[in-house]
C-alpha cells in the first residue's frame, strides 16, 4: 500500500496484506465477512485477531445483520521497523493456525456457532502465542 493512501503514522505499518490472508485460507476466506486492517495506535504484542460473529438475538427484537454473520480477520500494526521479523513468522505459524481454527469452527456444533468466539495472536521476543478468547 502507498504511503500516501496509508492510515496508519510512518513508523507503523502491517505486516500482512490481503493477498497473505486469501491465499493462506484459501476456500475458507469465502466465510470471512469482514477483513479488517487496524489504524489505531499500538496494539502492544498483538499482531492478529479472529472473532466469530454469531446469530446473537438482541432484546427488541434486534439481532445481527445475516451479513455480519461469520468470521472477522483483524491484522493488528506493528512497529515498521519488526515488519519484517513479524511477517514472517505470521506467515510460517499465524496463518496455518488461523486456517486450523476457521476448518474447525465451521465443521463445529450448534452450541459452539451460537456463541461467539475470538481468537488471538501475540508475538513477543520473537514467541509467538495463541489462545481462544471465549
Known amino acids: 500500500m502507498s504511503a500516501r ?29 469482514d477483513l479488517r486492517f487496524l489504524a489505531g ?12 460473529i454469531a446469530p446473537i438475538r438482541r432484546n427488541y427484537g434486534r439481532g445481527t445483520h445475516p451479513d455480519m ?28 493456525q488461523l486456517h486450523t ?7 463445529a456444533d450448534e452450541t459452539w456457532k451460537l456463541t461467539p468466539h475470538q481468537h488471538r495472536w501475540r508475538l513477543a521476543d520473537g514467541h509467538l502465542t495463541h489462545h481462544d478468547e471465549a
Request: charged share 25%; with cysteine; aromatic share 6%.
Open 101 to 107: 481454527w476457521i476448518t474447525r469452527a465451521i465443521a
Open 5 to 33: 493512501h496509508r492510515r496508519l503514522p510512518r513508523h507503523l505499518a502491517w505486516p500482512l496484506n490481503t493477498t497473505d490472508i486469501r491465499e493462506s485460507l484459501g476456500d475458507c476466506m469465502a466465510q470471512v465477512t
Open 69 to 96: 454473520i461469520g468470521f472477522r480477520v483483524d491484522v493488528h500494526p506493528v512497529d515498521a521497523a519488526r515488519r519484517a521479523a513479524t511477517r514472517a513468522v505470521l506467515l510460517a505459524r499465524a496463518l496455518p
Open 41 to 52: 495506535q499500538d496494539s502492544g504484542d498483538l499482531v492478529l485477531g479472529a472473532e466469530w
